[in-house]
C-alpha cells in the first residue's frame, strides 16, 4: 500500500491550521476483564475488541501490578532531571524488578511561575485515563519519598519526543490520527494549558505516551477546541458516558474540589456539544471518521 504523506492535520483537523506537533496512539483496551482490580474504574458500555500491551506500554492490563510495584519497590538512588521547569527527578529501583525507573515530582498545590502547579494533577490525569480506557498516561500513584509526598510515574523506556519525530513517517496515518484527535479530546477534559511535543513520547510503535500534568484541571481554559474536529465513536461515546459519581470518587482527592469536577463535566458537555454540532453541519462520516 503506498504511504500517504498528508500532513496530520489533514486528518484531524478541518479548515484550521495545526499546532505544535500534538500526538496520538495505537488504542489500547485492559487485556484482562477477569482481575477486577486491573478492570476500568466504572466503565462505559462502549468497548472495542481488547487490546495486549504494545510497544513501550508494558502496563497495559496490568494495572494494579505496575501500580503496586511503584508504591511499595524499594528505591536504590534518586537523580535530578537536567530539563524541566518544575525540576522533576528520576527514581531508580533495583535491576530485575517489574520497572526499572519512575519519574518523581515533588510539587505541591501552589502557583510557581505565574502557573498553577500539583503533584495530585499527575495522578488525576491518570486516573482519568483509566476510566477513559485511553491507555495513554503510565501508571502513576502518591508516594513519599525522602520526606515529602510526590508523584510517581512509570518511566516508559524506548522512546523518542515527538519534536523529534517526522509525523508524515508513521506507518498507519489513519491510527495516527485517530490518536491525535483522542489526545486533543482528553487535554481539553483536563484543561491541559502545558502540551506540547516536548511532553509527548512516542514509541517504536508509533504508540504516544502522554507525560506531564502538572498543571491540568485547574483553567477553564481549553487548549484544543478550534483543532477539536474529529474523533472516533468509541471515544466519543465513553466521553458522553462520564458521570459525576465516578469522577467524585476517582478524580476528587487528587483535584482542588467538587468545583473541579464538576468543572471537568461541563468541558465534557462543550467537547459533546461541538462535535454534535458539526456532525449536524458536516455529516456524521466526517465528524466520526475512524
Same mark, same amino acid.
Given at each position: 500500500?503506498?504511504?500517504?504523506?498528508?500532513?496530520?492535520?489533514?486528518?484531524?483537523?478541518?479548515?484550521?491550521?495545526?499546532?505544535?506537533?500534538?500526538?496520538?496512539?495505537?488504542?489500547?483496551?485492559?487485556?484482562?476483564?477477569?482481575?477486577?482490580?486491573?478492570?476500568?474504574?466504572?466503565?462505559?458500555? $462502549?468497548?472495542?475488541?481488547?487490546?495486549?500491551?504494545?510497544?513501550?506500554?508494558?502496563? $497495559? =492490563?496490568?494495572?494494579?501490578?505496575?501500580?503496586?510495584?511503584?508504591?511499595?519497590?524499594?528505591?536504590?538512588?534518586?537523580?535530578?532531571?537536567?530539563?524541566?521547569?518544575?525540576?522533576?527527578?528520576?527514581?531508580?529501583?533495583?535491576? =530485575?524488578?517489574?520497572? =526499572?525507573?519512575?519519574?518523581?515530582?515533588?510539587?505541591?498545590?501552589?502557583?510557581?511561575?505565574?502557573?498553577?502547579?500539583?503533584?495530585?494533577?499527575?495522578?488525576?490525569?491518570?486516573?482519568?485515563?483509566?476510566?477513559?480506557?485511553?491507555?495513554?498516561?503510565?501508571?502513576?500513584?502518591?508516594?513519599?519519598?525522602?520526606?515529602?509526598?510526590?508523584?510517581?510515574?512509570?518511566?516508559?523506556?524506548?522512546?523518542?519526543?515527538?519534536?523529534?519525530?517526522?509525523?508524515?513517517?508513521?506507518?498507519?496515518?489513519?491510527?495516527?490520527?485517530?490518536? $491525535?484527535?483522542?489526545?486533543?479530546?482528553?487535554?481539553?477534559?483536563?484543561?491541559?494549558?502545558?502540551?506540547?511535543? =516536548?511532553?509527548?513520547?512516542?514509541?517504536?510503535?508509533?504508540?504516544?505516551?502522554?507525560?506531564?500534568?502538572?498543571?491540568?484541571?485547574?483553567?477553564?481554559?481549553?487548549?484544543?477546541?478550534? &483543532?477539536?474536529?474529529?474523533?472516533?465513536?468509541?471515544?466519543?461515546?465513553?466521553?458522553?458516558?462520564?458521570?459525576?459519581?465516578?469522577?467524585?470518587?476517582?478524580?476528587?482527592?487528587?483535584?482542588?474540589?467538587?468545583?473541579?469536577?464538576?468543572?471537568?463535566?461541563?468541558?465534557?458537555?462543550?467537547?459533546?456539544? &461541538?462535535?454534535?454540532?458539526?456532525?449536524?453541519?458536516?455529516?456524521?462520516?466526517? $465528524?466520526?471518521?475512524?
Amino acid at each position: 500500500m503506498k504511504k500517504t504523506t498528508l500532513p496530520l492535520a489533514a486528518w484531524c483537523l478541518v479548515g484550521s491550521t495545526a499546532l505544535a506537533p500534538a500526538p496520538a496512539v495505537a488504542v489500547q483496551e485492559p487485556a484482562a476483564q477477569g482481575a477486577a482490580t486491573d478492570a476500568r474504574p466504572a466503565p462505559p458500555t $462502549v468497548s472495542e475488541p481488547p487490546a495486549a500491551a504494545s510497544g513501550a506500554k508494558v502496563w $497495559v =492490563g496490568r494495572y494494579a501490578e505496575f501500580e503496586e510495584y511503584l508504591a511499595s519497590a524499594p528505591i536504590e538512588k534518586v537523580d535530578k532531571i537536567p530539563v524541566g521547569v518544575t525540576k522533576p527527578e528520576r527514581a531508580f529501583f533495583a535491576p =530485575g524488578g517489574l520497572a =526499572g525507573s519512575a519519574a518523581l515530582k515533588h510539587l505541591p498545590t501552589r502557583i510557581m511561575s505565574g502557573y498553577w502547579e500539583s503533584y495530585k494533577s499527575e495522578i488525576a490525569a491518570y486516573k482519568l485515563d483509566r476510566i477513559l480506557g485511553l491507555d495513554m498516561v503510565p501508571p502513576t500513584i502518591e508516594r513519599r519519598v525522602g520526606s515529602d509526598l510526590g508523584s510517581l510515574q512509570l518511566w516508559v523506556e524506548n522512546c523518542k519526543l515527538l519534536k523529534d519525530l517526522d509525523q508524515s513517517q508513521a506507518p498507519q496515518p489513519m491510527e495516527w490520527a485517530k490518536q $491525535v484527535c483522542r489526545q486533543r479530546a482528553f487535554d481539553n477534559l483536563t484543561a491541559n494549558i502545558d502540551r506540547n511535543a =516536548g511532553n509527548l513520547l512516542v514509541d517504536d510503535q508509533w504508540n504516544l505516551i502522554l507525560i506531564d500534568h502538572s498543571r491540568a484541571f485547574a483553567s477553564s481554559r481549553m487548549p484544543f477546541m478550534k &483543532q477539536m474536529t474529529r474523533i472516533d465513536r468509541v471515544f466519543y461515546e465513553r466521553l458522553k458516558a462520564l458521570d459525576e459519581e465516578t469522577l467524585m470518587r476517582e478524580i476528587k482527592p487528587w483535584v482542588l474540589s467538587g468545583g473541579s469536577v464538576k468543572d471537568i463535566l461541563k468541558r465534557r458537555d462543550k467537547i459533546v456539544e &461541538q462535535f454534535d454540532k458539526l456532525a449536524k453541519e458536516n455529516g456524521e462520516a466526517a $465528524v466520526f471518521p475512524f
